[in-house]
Each structure stands twice: as structure tokens, then as C-alpha cells.
């Protein structure tokens, strides 16, 4: 079956650092693929998606790439600020699957000014 | 504004007992979702539906039930049957069910049985 992995966390990070979360993936279709982050206490948000291989989404200054060759979608952004504190979520969504979404078990990041 | 709204945001229940929480979206789309999220975990499937009057089990559907009478309605019914009910609960929904559509999720509900 469809699986998404993360990398372990937390993650602890000083103000302006750079920031990399790994994320692979297996799947039996070709899926898209989500990044998602969620705030205490509240429901998951889009932050980017990639639907087709090469493409990288972006979105306030995060940015990941759908790596086919690797199965991977890394969420990288230059400069982390103390309000990208949050848990995020990789997901794949496989059209043989009828097109449910699979979540990784979620990285929590912690920005300190 | 179009959005989800769950409610209530917080609830406690004493074991034995159903309870059903609520999920209502008028962002018109077709496609609603349930998941169940447990501290230090992803995501797991409880029921999807793609159109009115349909639903599939997800993951982990034993002692839950739905519906889906209404496009913008997908109540969850948490019944006894449910061994460890206590969780916090998203209701989702995406403009179809097509792989390429993100979820819109709802702020969440906090069950809590004792």
C-alpha cells in the first residue's frame, strides 16, 4: 500500500535558519503530493502541492520539489521565522487508491528567536 | 466566508455512550472526509464520501458510522462500539475526489470519553 515518511522530530531552530524536512514516499500510481501544516489546536492548512513530476510548489518561502527518480518531497524554505512554528504534514494522494490522501506521521518545528 | 465548521470544539463523553459530531462545509464541493489523529501520529481514515447519499470505510471505520443526506452535511457517530474513542477528530472536504484537489479541513473536535 501508498506509505509517506518523514523525517523524525522534533525540530528545534534558531530565527532565520534554514530549514529541510524530508519526506519519500511509495505508491502504486502516480500520486500528487501535499504539504500541509497545522497550528495548536487547529485543523491542517495547504501550504504547497506538486501534481506531476519536476514541478516544485512554493508558497511564503517554502518550497518543494516532486522528485520521481527519489521519491521524495522535501519542504525546504532559507529562512525560518518564530511564526513557522507549527507540525507539518507530507501527503500523497494515488489515483489507484481512488484518489485518498496517505499523511506522514507529521513534523513538529520549533522556532526560537 | 466559505469554510468547514465542526462543533463543538470540545466534548466529553462517559463511555457507553454514541455520540455524533458535527461537520457542515459550504464550499460546495462533492467529496468529504473523516480523520482520526492521536498525539505523535499522521492522519488515518475513518470514511470518505464522494457524493451525496454515498460513503466508503476508510482505515479504521469499526464503531464509527456516517451519513451524507446533504452535499454540505457528514456527520460522524462515534458509537460504544469504539474501543478507544478518545482522540481528536478533522472532517475534510476537496472539490472532488480527482488526486490533484487539496482538502480544506475543519478547526477539529477534541473527544474525550471516561
Known amino acids: 500500500g501508498d506509505s509517506v515518511t518523514q523525517m523524525e522530530g522534533p525540530v528545534t531552530l534558531s530565527e532565520e535558519a534554514f530549514l529541510t524536512i524530508n519526506c519519500t514516499y511509495t505508491?502504486?500510481?502516480?500520486?500528487?503530493l501535499f504539504w500541509y501544516v497545522q497550528y495548536p489546536g487547529e485543523g491542517l492548512q495547504l501550504l504547497l502541492k506538486a501534481t506531476k513530476a519536476d514541478d516544485k510548489g512554493s508558497n511564503k518561502g517554502f518550497e518543494a520539489t516532486y522528485r520521481k527518480e527519489t521519491t521524495s518531497f522535501h519542504l525546504e524554505k532559507g529562512s525560518v521565522q518564530v511564526s513557522d512554528s507549527a507540525v507539518y504534514f507530507c501527503a500523497l494522494s494515488d489515483p489507484t487508491n481512488a484518489g485518498k490522501s496517505t499523511f506522514g506521521d507529521g513534523t513538529t518545528l520549533t522556532v526560537k528567536p | 466566508d466559505g469554510g468547514i465548521t465542526q462543533s463543538p470544539k470540545y466534548l466529553f463523553r462517559k463511555e457507553g455512550q454514541n455520540v455524533t459530531l458535527s461537520c457542515e462545509q459550504n464550499?460546495?464541493?462533492?467529496?468529504m472526509y473523516w480523520y482520526r489523529q492521536d498525539p505523535g501520529q499522521g492522519l488515518r481514515l475513518i470514511y470518505y464520501?464522494?457524493?451525496?447519499?454515498?460513503?466508503q470505510k476508510g482505515d479504521i471505520a469499526e464503531g464509527y458510522s456516517v451519513s451524507r443526506e446533504k452535499k454540505e452535511s457528514f456527520p460522524l457517530t462515534v458509537t460504544s462500539a469504539q474501543k478507544n474513542p478518545t482522540a481528536f477528530y478533522l472532517c475534510a472536504s476537496s472539490i472532488g475526489s480527482g488526486v490533484e484537489y487539496e482538502q480544506y479541513f475543519g478547526p477539529g473536535t477534541r473527544l474525550t470519553v471516561t
Open positions: 464550499l460546495n464541493h462533492d467529496a
Open positions: 464520501s464522494q457524493i451525496v447519499n454515498d460513503f
Open positions: 505508491a502504486t500510481g502516480y500520486p500528487s
